[in-house]
């Protein structure tokens, strides 16, 4: 008998079975570079956030003059303090950051406004966190935002520390009040 050539169905069933497995695992570590490449982007977006904010936060804490203040309005938490240091507006300004159900806001006024914890204008959408707190020195004891701040009763005085925990990084910034404005 001579032999006729071509493959046999179990070649050709083996041949397919190994392309197969070379096409899932190519796949899969596409699917997996991207799923790093994309959680490597929110850690990176977050990261950005986070030093964005300690800096501003840092550099006005540092320039706070008078007027330093804790308060909570209904369901919203609010820092405020008098500074020097403005984004917005050169000179001295009154700084409040807002903090509601995880996002965090922004407002400032021109010093001359004169109230703290209010804002005259839109507050800016700064970002969102997991979790955040706000405790300040005063008196060689710590004030926790969220324990000893009251709607009956807010912090008002200038704290020596102030310490700001965004997820789980934190920033400790010293109060040096200056006299010159």
């Known amino acids: 008998m001579k032999r006729k050539k071509g ?8 041949v397919f079975i190994l392309v197969s497995l070379i096409f899932v695992v190519i796949y899969e570590s596409f699917k997996i570079t991207g799923e790093g490449g994309f959680l490597f982007s929110k850690k990176g977006d977050e990261l950005s ?18 007027n330093f203040g804790m308060k909570k309005e209904n369901s919203t938490y609010i820092l405020s303090f008098v500074t020097s240091q403005g ?41 969102r966190v997991q979790n955040w707190d706000i405790k300040v020195l005063y008196n060689g004891r710590w ?32 109060i040096r009040v200056s006299t010159k404005y």
Not at 109 to 126: H, I, Q, R, V
């Open 87 to 127: 984004e917005i507006y050169r000179g001295v300004v009154s700084a409040n950051y807002f903090f509601k159900d995880n996002k965090i806001f922004y407002c400032e006024n021109p010093y001359y406004s004169g109230e703290l914890f209010k804002c005259k204008k839109e507050k800016s959408f700064l970002g």
């Open 49 to 66: 956030f986070k030093l964005e904010l300690f800096y501003r936060l840092k550099h006005q804490l540092e320039g706070v003059l008078k």
């Open 7 to 14: 493959f046999t169905l179990l070649e050709v069933l083996i």
């Open 143 to 174: 004030f926790d935002i969220k324990e000893d701040v009251r709607e009956e009763r807010p912090f008002i005085g200038i704290p020596e520390k102030v310490k700001v925990s965004l997820n789980d990084t934190k920033l400790v910034a010293t």
